[in-house]
Nanobody, 122 residues
């Protein structure tokens, strides 16, 4: 069974770059027809999909975050990462990584990590 685990610094300063890593176990990030995504939830707010990287390395981003977001992967470590630049306190959120299952008609965020809180503060 696939498990995902987020890791990275819990506290970052404004204007800096936040880098988070999702380690995947029990399955390969290169398995066909899956994608690997980042979602965040600011305190008291809803979930926001940030972007994803597919099994073959293609990337997709939320338009609102595209200019500041980069998702990459390390297949040798079975990991994928998120970089968010120019962070502000508004970027404070619980960050989740999740696997997307793609079918002919739908895409599902079917497996989630536990989430990691990132606080942006000086």
């Amino acid at each position: 069974q696939v498990q995902l685990q987020e890791s990275g610094p819990g506290l970052v300063k404004p204007s800096q770059i936040t880098s988070l890593t999702c380690t995947v176990s029990g399955g390969s990030i290169t398995t066909s027809d899956y994608a690997w995504s980042w979602i965040r939830q600011p305190p008291g707010k809803g979930l926001e999909w940030m972007g994803a990287i597919t099994y073959d390395g293609s990337t997709y981003y939320s338009p609102s975050l595209k200019s500041r977001t980069s998702i990459s992967r390390d297949t040798s470590k079975n990991q994928f990462s998120l970089q968010l630049s120019s962070v502000t306190p508004e970027d404070t959120a619980v960050y989740y990584c999740a696997r997307i299952r793609s079918t002919t008609s739908n895409r599902y965020l079917e497996v989630w990590g536990q989430g990691t809180l990132v606080t942006v503060s000086s």
